[in-house]
Every structure is written in C-alpha cells, then in structure tokens.
C-alpha cells in the first residue's frame, strides 16, 4: 500500500484483514457443504467470481453511475479541485477523480479499488449546504478511505454476501429444491440449503457492517489529524444529519442502498439492537471522538 500522511490505523487494518479471514473461511465451509450436498458449486463460484473481478475493478464507474454522477473538470467546479489539490499535498496522495452527483441528499462518498483509480463524489445537496471549512472536512474523510484502501475491502466483503443468495437459487432452480429428504432421513436437501445460506448471508452481513463502522470512526479519525480542524467535521456531521431530516423519504430511501458508503447514513437505525445493522456509529460517538482530537489538538471546539 502506498504510503501517505494520513494517520495509519493498525485498528482499522487488522480488522479488515480478520474480516476478509472469517469470510474466506465461513465461503470455504459454505462451498464443502454445498458439495456434499451435490451441488455443481464451482460453475457457481466461477460465476461470481467473473462479477467480482468485474464490480472490483469497475467499482468507480458502477457507483457513479448509480448515483447519477459525472466527473467535472477544474474549469467546471475550481474551488472543489483546489480543495482536493490541497488535500493531497498534505496526504502526499495521487490526485483522485472528482465528481458531483446531482442529488439533493447532502451526502459524498469515494470509491475506487487503489489510490491511482479512485474517485471522490460529492453532491450537489451537500455544495449548497456546508461552507468550505465543513466541505474539506468532509473531503479528508472521504480521502482516508482511500489512503487506506478500506474502500476497495469493503466492495469485496459487501459483494461475498451475494454470493450466498446465487449458489442458494442455483441449487434450488438446479432441481435439488425438490429432492427428497437426505439418506439419514434428515430434512429435505433443499431446505437444508436454504438455511445454511441463510446463515451465512447473517454472518457475512454482521461481519461487514461491524467493519464498517468501524472504518467510518477511523476516517473521521483521520481526516481531522489531517486537516487539524475536527471541529470544521463536527459541524459538517451535525449540519447533514440535521439536513436530512427535511429530505423527502422517497429521496433517502433510493440512497439508502449507498450507505455503506456514504459519509452520513441516509437512512439511520435507532439505537439498540437495530446499531448492529447500522452501517455508521451513532452520531454522538463520531461527535465524541471529534471532540477527543480536539482536545488533545489544544483546540477549544
């Protein structure tokens, strides 16, 4: 990983690498099951395989596509370049693409599977409501995803669930949903598939998410030793998270899907067990930690 001046976070690092190890190894039993079962799961695996290489390394594209956003040049949008461009010589970072998404969900997200093909994309919502101090804390944050490559983790971890539900329709389309029971006389071949898929979509689904929120914690992190202003990305938090209330259901439930991306949650869960679906920490943990810096920067705010 090429080196940059973004706080390194050895958290953030060995959770990704402990996430990728227990989904390698729950995809590894899945796949031993599936076989045993008689299910053909290498068509299946070469199958999915061929979509991840392509999602992985189309991932800029697919997402900017999704949101309907468009790289702009530095003639088109000077003061959102200029504050990238400050951004990375502080980094000691490669230039990204720079994108707006005409949406009014105050929102940005980066993605991209390394520093050289990345892309950071902001939203026309979010242009109109923060000020510039607010927007380059926003843009720091995003940046760090980058720099630390969690964006390009969470694309393959995210997409691993899939798989489960494609080997599951494969198996039951494939004629074994209507086999009988197994030779023990245990349950039928296909409901046995459907649970075991169904448990492995949970874990992997638990999995990423605590990884996520870990990652948004850790960006925050960064983004703010980097700007050395982390009350500029409080205010930023705050001033979306309220924005959001005012934008129409209709509107956050299509970005809803993008959250796991994003730099706020269209769409947040309420506190209690609905957290361990959520795919950002609550706003006041972000806002305490923000804090945190602030106080060891010998800042007042």
Do not use: W
Request: proline residues 4%; charged residues 20%; glycine residues 10%.
């Amino acid at each position: 990983m090429a080196q940059t001046r973004f706080a390194p976070d050895r958290g953030l690092t060995r959770r990704m690498v402990v996430t990728m190890f227990l989904l390698g190894l729950l995809y590894v039993v899945f796949v031993a099951v599936l076989i045993t079962l008689g299910v053909r799961a290498v068509v299946v695996l070469l199958i999915a395989g061929g979509i991840l290489l392509v999602q992985y390394f189309m991932s800029d594209r697919i997402a900017l596509f999704a949101m309907h956003g468009r790289v702009v040049s530095p003639q088109e949008a000077p003061e959102l370049h200029g504050m990238i461009d400050r951004l990375c010589a502080l980094a000691d970072m490669p230039k990204p693409r720079v994108a707006i998404a005409d949406s009014d969900v105050p929102n940005a997200f980066a993605t991209g599977r390394n520093q050289k093909n990345s892309v950071v994309c902001v939203t026309t919502g979010l242009l109109r409501r923060v000020d510039g101090g607010e927007l380059e804390g926003v843009l720091a944050h995003e940046m760090s995803h980058v720099a630390h490559r969690d964006v390009a983790v969470m694309t393959i971890a995210s997409f691993l669930g899939i798989v489960a539900g494609l080997m599951t329709r494969v198996a039951l389309y494939s004629g074994l949903g209507g086999r009988g029971r197994d030779d023990r006389g245990g349950l039928p071949i296909g409901l046995i598939i459907l649970l075991v898929s169904a448990l492995v979509y949970a874990v992997s689904f638990l999995l990423t998410r605590a990884l996520s929120r870990y990652r948004e914690l850790a960006a925050d992190r960064a983004g703010a030793l980097l700007t050395q202003r982390p009350s500029a990305l409080a205010s930023a938090l705050v001033k979306i998270s309220g924005e959001m209330a005012r934008i129409p259901t209709k509107d956050l439930r299509e970005a809803e899907p993008f959250n796991a991306f994003f730099f706020a949650p269209a769409l947040s869960g309420k506190a209690g067990l609905a957290a361990l679906f959520a795919t950002h920490p609550p706003l006041e943990r972000r806002l305490e930690q923000l804090g945190r810096i602030s106080a060891q920067l010998g800042q007042g705010g």
